[in-house]
C-alpha cells in the first residue's frame, strides 16, 4: 500500500536525545545551489524540473521542497518567491498564460511533488498586497489544495481500473506557512469551511523568539514554528516540542548552522545545499558501525 509521508509523523522526535534524524526539505527546490545563486547542476529555483529533481532525491535523505505561492493576475495560484519577475514585471498584474515558462502552477508543482512533504509558503505579506488581496491569495491556495486533494482521492490511478486498497490523503503531506498571523489564521478558516485537513506553521521573522510566542502560536491553530535559524534557541526548541509542536527552521546551510540545529533537536530543517545537507544529517544521526561481522551478512567499513 502507498504510504504518503506526514507532518505529524514528523513530529516530537527529540532528534538531539535519541538518535531522530529531521526531515530535511529544499529550500525553493534547490538541491545544490543557494536561493539566488542556483548552483550549475540546479535547475532554476522553484520550477517543475527543480522539484522534480527533488521527487527523484529521496533516496538521498531529501524528503521535500518549501514553495512560494503567490497569485497571477488572472488568479491562478502559481509558484514564484519574488513580487516582480525577472523581467521587472509584476507577477500579480501578469495572467497566468502569460508568465515565462519557469513559474509553475501551484497545481503542477504538487503534481510533481507527489509523494513528498510540501511546504506551501503563502506569500500574503500586507507590505505587498492589501486586505482584498491577501484575502484572494488565502481563498485561491486553498481551493487549488482542496481540489486537488479531491482529484486524487476520487481518482486514485490512470485507466478503467482503480488502484487497489485505500488512498493516501496527500493533505497529510502538505503543510501551510505564513510569516503573518492574520493571514496564516484566514488559511485555517478558509481550510475548515473546505473540510480540508491541512497542518499550519507559523514563520517567524528574524529576531522573534518561538517561546515567546506559543501561546499565540496555538491560538492561531498552528501546529509547527519555523524559526530563523540564527534565532534558533535550544531551550526554545525543548519548549515548543513540549507544548506539542513540530519545529523546522530557516534557511539552514552545511556545517555550523546545521550542527547547532541538531543540537538543538529540531524536527526538520529548510535548506539550502539540501543534498549536502542531508548528507551530514545522516552522518551525523547513524550509529556508528562496529566494523563487525553480522551473521549472513558482509563486513561494514568502519567509519574514519
Request: proline share 10%; net charge negative; with cysteine.
Amino acid at each position: 500500500m502507498n504510504i504518503l509521508p506526514s507532518w505529524s509523523d514528523c513530529k516530537g522526535r527529540e532528534q538531539g536525545r535519541s538518535g531522530g534524524r529531521p526531515v530535511v526539505l529544499a529550500h525553493r527546490g534547490l538541491l545544490r545551489g543557494r536561493a539566488g545563486q542556483p548552483a550549475a547542476q540546479d535547475p532554476p529555483e522553484n520550477s517543475l524540473a527543480a522539484f522534480e529533481q527533488v521527487a527523484n532525491a529521496a533516496a538521498n535523505g531529501v524528503a521535500g521542497v518549501e514553495v512560494d505561492a503567490r497569485l497571477s493576475a488572472d488568479g491562478v495560484v502559481v509558484v514564484h518567491h519574488d513580487p516582480q519577475l525577472a523581467d521587472g514585471r509584476l507577477l500579480a498584474e501578469v495572467p497566468a498564460a502569460d508568465l515565462p515558462p519557469g513559474v509553475p502552477t501551484l497545481r503542477a508543482a504538487l503534481a510533481a511533488l507527489r509523494g513528498r512533504l510540501v511546504d506551501v509558503e503563502v506569500k500574503a505579506s500586507p507590505l505587498e498586497l492589501g486586505p482584498e488581496s491577501t484575502a484572494a491569495l488565502v481563498r485561491a491556495v486553498v481551493a487549488c489544495l482542496a481540489e486537488t486533494r479531491r482529484e486524487v482521492l476520487v481518482r486514485p490511478g490512470p485507466g478503467p481500473v482503480p488502484v487497489p486498497g485505500p488512498v493516501p490523503d496527500p493533505a497529510a503531506s502538505w503543510l501551510l506557512s505564513c510569516f503573518w498571523p492574520e493571514a496564516l489564521e484566514a488559511l485555517g478558516a478558509a481550510a475548515a469551511e473546505a473540510d480540508l485537513p491541512l497542518a499550519r506553521g507559523w514563520l517567524l521573522r528574524p529576531g522573534l523568539q518561538a517561546t515567546a510566542l506559543l501561546g499565540r502560536a496555538e491560538a492561531l491553530g498552528a501546529t509547527w514554528v519555523l524559526p530563523f535559524v540564527e534565532d534558533l534557541d535550544p531551550v526554545a526548541v525543548a519548549a515548543a516540542q513540549e507544548a506539542g509542536f513540530g519545529v523546522m527552521t530557516w534557511t539552514v546551510l552545511p556545517g555550523p548552522a546545521l550542527g547547532a540545529c541538531l543540537t538543538a533537536g529540531v524536527d526538520g530543517v529548510i535548506a539550502d545545499e539540501a543534498l549536502a545537507v542531508a548528507a551530514e544529517v545522516r552522518a551525523a544521526t547513524e550509529p556508528p558501525s562496529s566494523g563487525l561481522v553480522e551473521p549472513g551478512g558482509l563486513r561494514e567499513q568502519s567509519r574514519p
